[in-house]
């Protein structure tokens, strides 16, 4: 059942997962490495040599800067000064993007960025934070649990 989701996420992601893969194809004319990293159901172009610094996911698509996902990066609340958090791992949150662009298929990116674009007050960055620091909260919105449910 679990791949069956995961198959329907992909394929109802895949307008956004194309446009990062075109931008990812051009990046690889300025040096930009493409893998496929399993564990965060992506394609993942590192060393971007265009965008702003950091890493930005379309789909099942990543790009980024660096070097490689698997580096400490500060939470969006760190950045804005609303307190000392320690780092998160970039994979974990770009991790969470994924799995919420394969939720939201084609309405990702419109709702993110009605949400507050990249910023401290967007919740889907929060989200993503939350979701790097304990392993689970990926979901922007609050969800109804019972008291003895073990998902997160």
């Not at 109802?12 to 990812?24: C, D, E, Q, R």
């Not at 300025?30 to 394609?43: Q, T």
Request: hydrophobic share 40%; with cysteine; charged share 15%.
């Amino acid at each position: 059942m679990r791949t069956l989701l995961i198959g329907l996420g992909v394929i109802w992601a895949s307008p956004n997962t194309l446009i990062g893969l075109v931008a990812g194809v051009l990046a690889l004319a300025g040096g930009a490495k493409m893998h496929l990293r399993r564990r965060d159901l992506a394609i993942v172009f590192d060393r971007v040599p265009f965008g702003p610094g950091g890493a930005m996911t379309l789909g099942n698509c990543i790009l980024h800067t660096g070097d490689t996902l698997d580096t400490d990066c500060s939470t969006y609340a760190h950045q804005a000064g609303h307190g000392a958090e320690p780092p998160v791992r970039l994979c974990d949150h770009e991790r969470a993007h994924v799995y919420q662009a394969m939720v939201l298929g084609p309405l990702f990116l419109p709702v993110y960025l009605l949400s507050g674009g990249i910023s401290v007050r967007n919740r889907f960055e929060r989200a993503a934070d939350r979701y790097a620091q304990r392993g689970h909260g990926w979901w922007p919105w609050p969800t109804m649990r019972s008291p003895n449910s073990t998902l997160s």
